[in-house]
């Protein structure tokens, strides 16, 4: 209180205009606090999208690459070339995963994860070309992997914020295409290479119709589940409507083929008479357009977040430059107060101090003439 008291006018208001433009901005620098954050997580997102799209792939050739396995070793020379290509589209698969974790800059302890997992993908291939291993136990390794790599992709998704995602039409997308796809794909995986396997033996127990029976109800499960997030996403935003509603039904549809199929020739069959080759195809297409389909939301997925991000990123960019702009005029509105203020006060201060002024030579003038009547006075008395 005692420097307030010893400062003038102008220094008062400029120290009031200044703690008014503190509060102010405090709020504004919350704000863009939250939309930076906000930011920051998006970018984390955006980023670990692309490893887990490509981990994706690696499952889905480990897939093709169990099924081939499981008829190669219960004596289908026939799929010897085609194993070839798959182990083939399996080792680019790998390269690219390989790639996208290190740019999105996966932590030491997932990479890790994969660089194990990937070492085992090795020692299996290795296996089967030499035939060192009978066709259930193969798959039985086959399906620890897959199960190994989808853990690591959900360590993925929960790493880069993904399924903390807070948007509606992204949130039911990545639940779809990277939780419910993956479980849908591998359930029909398994059934491709257990009945690829019973098919080419030329016989199936009950065991195995049962083991298929719960495969296939999984399936109807997943691909349940799938669809409705799939559709809620839909329902929030019409674009993601636009580019998946149609191939969503087509996808539907050729599932519920390959699943009567299956039922028929496997479940229900007294004789098991449908080639493999043929069953292997049906199942084959059928888990290429779940994945096609799935990548092409993930697609979207990746440009809806890249769109939310340069949005978050213009929003603060005009944040702070509307702050910078309000602050200018602001300072420029309070020195204009300040003098229409002060200008005047020292107006009158001025004229205040003229006529003080010539009212003390007034009263200095007529003190004078007082003492000289006085004296006059005195001087003719005593004459």
Same mark, same amino acid.
Request: no cysteine.
């Given at each position: 209180?005692?420097?307030?008291?010893?400062?003038?006018?102008?220094?008062?208001?400029?120290?009031?205009?200044?703690?008014?433009?503190?509060?102010?901005?405090?709020?504004?620098?919350?704000?863009?606090?939250?939309? #930076?954050?906000?930011?920051?997580?998006?970018?984390?997102?955006?980023?670990?999208?692309?490893?887990?799209?490509?981990?994706?792939?690696?499952?889905?050739?480990?897939?093709?690459?169990?099924?081939?396995?499981?008829?190669?070793?219960?004596?289908?020379?026939?799929?010897?070339?085609?194993?070839?290509?798959?182990?083939?589209?399996?080792? *680019?698969? #790998?390269?690219?995963?390989?790639?996208?974790?290190?740019?999105?800059?996966?932590?030491?302890?997932?990479?890790?994860?994969?660089?194990? +997992?990937?070492?085992? #993908?090795? +020692?299996?291939?290795?296996?089967?070309?030499?035939?060192?291993?009978?066709?259930?136990?193969?798959?039985?390794?086959?399906?620890? #992997?897959?199960?190994?790599?989808?853990?690591?992709? +959900?360590?993925?998704?929960?790493?880069?914020?993904?399924?903390?995602?807070?948007?509606?039409?992204?949130?039911?997308?990545?639940?779809?295409?990277?939780?419910?796809?993956?479980?849908?794909?591998?359930?029909?995986?398994?059934?491709?290479?257990?009945?690829?396997?019973?098919?080419?033996?030329?016989?199936?127990?009950?065991?195995?119709?049962?083991?298929?029976?719960?495969?296939?109800?999984?399936?109807?499960?997943? *691909?349940?589940?799938?669809?409705?997030?799939?559709?809620? *996403?839909?329902?929030?935003?019409?674009?993601?409507?636009?580019?998946?509603?149609?191939?969503?039904?087509?996808?539907?549809?050729?599932?519920?083929?390959?699943?009567?199929?299956?039922?028929?020739?496997?479940?229900?069959?007294?004789?098991?008479?449908?080639?493999?080759?043929?069953?292997?195809?049906?199942?084959?297409?059928?888990?290429?357009?779940?994945?096609?389909?799935?990548?092409?939301?993930?697609?979207?997925?990746?440009?809806?977040?890249? *769109?939310?991000?340069?949005?978050?990123?213009?929003?603060?960019?005009?944040?702070?430059?509307?702050?910078?702009?309000?602050?200018?005029?602001?300072?420029?509105?309070?020195?204009?107060?300040?003098?229409?203020?002060?200008?005047?006060?020292?107006?009158?201060?001025?004229?205040?101090?003229?006529?003080?002024?010539?009212?003390?030579?007034?009263?200095?003038? +007529?003190?004078?003439?007082?003492?000289?009547?006085?004296?006059?006075?005195?001087?003719?008395?005593?004459?």
């Amino acid at each position: 209180m005692m420097l307030l008291n010893h400062m003038n006018m102008p220094q008062k208001l400029t120290i009031l205009t200044v703690f008014l433009l503190l509060i102010a901005a405090v709020p504004a620098a919350l704000y863009i606090n939250t939309v #930076i954050t906000e930011l920051d997580t998006t970018k984390r997102e955006s980023a670990g999208t692309k490893p887990v799209i490509a981990l994706q792939k690696v499952v889905q050739f480990t897939q093709q690459h169990r099924a081939l396995s499981a008829a190669l070793l219960n004596g289908n020379e026939s799929v010897a070339s085609r194993l070839l290509e798959t182990q083939s589209e399996l080792n *680019s698969a #790998i390269n690219l995963l390989d790639t996208e974790l290190k740019e999105a800059n996966i932590s030491s302890q997932n990479v890790s994860f994969w660089s194990a +997992e990937k070492q085992r #993908i090795t +020692e299996i291939q290795q296996a089967v070309s030499a035939r060192r291993l009978k066709a259930p136990e193969s798959t039985a390794q086959h399906t620890k #992997i897959v199960q190994a790599l989808m853990f690591l992709s +959900e360590e993925i998704l929960i790493e880069s914020n993904l399924l903390l995602d807070p948007a509606k039409n992204t949130y039911f997308l990545i639940n779809a295409s990277m939780l419910n796809a993956p479980r849908l794909a591998e359930n029909m995986g398994q059934m491709r290479a257990a009945g690829t396997a019973y098919l080419t033996l030329g016989n199936i127990n009950d065991e195995g119709r049962t083991k298929l029976g719960g495969l296939a109800s999984n399936v109807n499960q997943f *691909s349940t589940e799938f669809l409705r997030n799939i559709e809620k *996403s839909m329902h929030s935003d019409p674009k993601i409507k636009a580019a998946l509603e149609s191939r969503g039904n087509e996808m539907k549809a050729l599932v519920e083929k390959t699943l009567l199929m299956a039922n028929q020739e496997l479940l229900l069959a007294k004789e098991l008479k449908l080639p493999a080759t043929e069953y292997f195809a049906e199942f084959t297409r059928t888990i290429d357009a779940i994945y096609n389909y799935n990548f092409a939301a993930a697609d979207i997925l990746l440009q809806a977040l890249q *769109s939310r991000q340069e949005n978050l990123q213009q929003t603060v960019y005009f944040m702070v430059g509307v702050i910078v702009v309000l602050l200018t005029l602001a300072i420029m509105f309070a020195v204009f107060i300040v003098r229409s203020i002060t200008q005047p006060m020292q107006e009158a201060i001025n004229i205040a101090n003229a006529i003080s002024h010539q009212t003390d030579r007034s009263h200095f003038h +007529e003190r004078n003439r007082t003492t000289a009547a006085s004296a006059e006075s005195d001087e003719r008395k005593s004459g």
